[in-house]
Each structure stands twice: as structure tokens, then as C-alpha cells.
């Protein structure tokens, strides 16, 4: 005997079959593979070739198209979509030409929005910045507060600035100490020492050290 060879699967109807494959899916509850499985059509292009949408009242909100119902879930949330420019009248997610526009036009705002919000924050920090070196940077006052200083501060002072001038580096005040063979667990009390000098500041969560510092060898008694 010969091997049986199975019909292939039909990716289009004849209008009249397709009107009756319709029928069933719209007006039954079967699941609508069994329905492709009846008409020997591929499921794959039941809902996107092969099924006929069920017109819906209302018109289009953007274009003013007709709507219709492309899925039994859809007419359950009354979601109907535009035949013209295939917005979804109530989903969330819609992606026709319209809403992918706007959203990409509100994230751009939004993005643009943060931007300058950054940028006036940033602006701000500078400000204060400015007015705490006017303050403390120069070169009379870092002068008299290294003199405060035992060695060891001051050698810590110097490690961290050198920190601090590492591109990108982030600042771990007790990896600085380890780094140089210096103990852990003096660098909160140095770090609180150097800021009550002024020779560190923190400027909303930000540190950094007083710029007079730059030239000034750090680790010679004065």
C-alpha cells in the first residue's frame, strides 16, 4: 500500500466559506482552532487572513473610519478597531501609526523633561558649590587646616583627593585607607575631621574636596 499523503492546510477561503467560518466563530463558543481544524485551514491565519471582522457601532475617534471586532475577546472589552487606521477604541496597547506617534512624542517630553531637570539641578549644586569654594577655598584657610593635621590625616587626605581624581571612580572611604596600608577603622572619624575643616564637602549626597588643596603638597607639616 502507498503512503498516505495528507491535504495540505488552505491559507484562503472561498467567500462563501469564509462567510460560514465566520458564522461559527462569532455566533458559537468553539474554540476557534477547532473551527481552523473543520475548514482544513491554517490557524496560524485564522484571525489575521481567514476570518471575516463583525462591524461595531461607533466611528473612529482619530479618522472617523468604520469600526469592527477582529476577535470574540475583543467584542467582549468593546474594543473596537478601525478598518482605516486599525486603532483600538479601548486597549491600552494599541500600536496603529497614531498611538505609536504619541507615545514616542510623551516619552520624548518626558525625556526631555528630566533632562532639564537634571540640568537645573546640577545648576543649583554648581551654585552652592561656588559659594561653599568662595567660602573655604583659599589658600590661607587649607593652609591653617592641615596644620590641624597628625601625618596620618594627612596622608589619608592625600590618598582620598588622588580617589577623587580617578575618572569614574567611586569613593569607599575605608578601601582608600586599605589601599594604603592605613586602618579601617579611623576613616569615619578622618572623613568627619576633613569635613569640619572644610578640606571635604558633601553637597546633597555629593562629596568632593576643597580645590585650594591643588598644588599644595599635602603631606608636609606646616
Known amino acids: 500500500m502507498g503512503a498516505h499523503r495528507s491535504q495540505a492546510l488552505l491559507t484562503e477561503l472561498p467567500p462563501d466559506q469564509a462567510a460560514r467560518l465566520s458564522e461559527q466563530y462569532w455566533s458559537a ?6 473551527i481552523a481544524r473543520a475548514f482544513r485551514v491554517r490557524g496560524d491565519l485564522f484571525f489575521t487572513k481567514l476570518l471575516l471582522p463583525m462591524p461595531a457601532s461607533g ?3 482619530l479618522c472617523g473610519g468604520n469600526l469592527v471586532y477582529t476577535c470574540r475577546s475583543g467584542r467582549r472589552k468593546n474594543d473596537g478597531v478601525c478598518l482605516a487606521c486599525k486603532h483600538h477604541h479601548n486597549s491600552g496597547q494599541c500600536h496603529c501609526t497614531q498611538c505609536d506617534a504619541a507615545r514616542a512624542e510623551a516619552k520624548h517630553l518626558r525625556e ?3 533632562s532639564m531637570q537634571e540640568a537645573a539641578e546640577e545648576t543649583r549644586r554648581a551654585a ?3 559659594e561653599w569654594v568662595e567660602k573655604y577655598g583659599t589658600v590661607e584657610h587649607v593652609t591653617w587646616a592641615l596644620a590641624q593635621l597628625s601625618p596620618a590625616q594627612r596622608l589619608y587626605l592625600s590618598n582620598a583627593i588622588r580617589a ?3 575618572p569614574g571612580n567611586v569613593i569607599y ?3 582608600i585607607a586599605r589601599d594604603y596600608g592605613q586602618p579601617e577603622w579611623r576613616c569615619p572619624g578622618w572623613v568627619r575631621l576633613l569635613e569640619s575643616y572644610h578640606l571635604f564637602y558633601v553637597i546633597e549626597g555629593i562629596w ?3 580645590p585650594a588643596l591643588d598644588g599644595i603638597d599635602i603631606r608636609r607639616r606646616r
Open 59 to 61: 466611528a473612529c475617534v
Open 164 to 166: 577623587f581624581n580617578e
Open 173 to 175: 572611604w575605608e578601601q
Open 128 to 130: 552652592l558649590r561656588q
Open 208 to 210: 568632593g574636596y576643597n
Open 112 to 114: 526631555e523633561q528630566i
Open 29 to 34: 463558543g468553539r474554540d476557534y482552532m477547532s
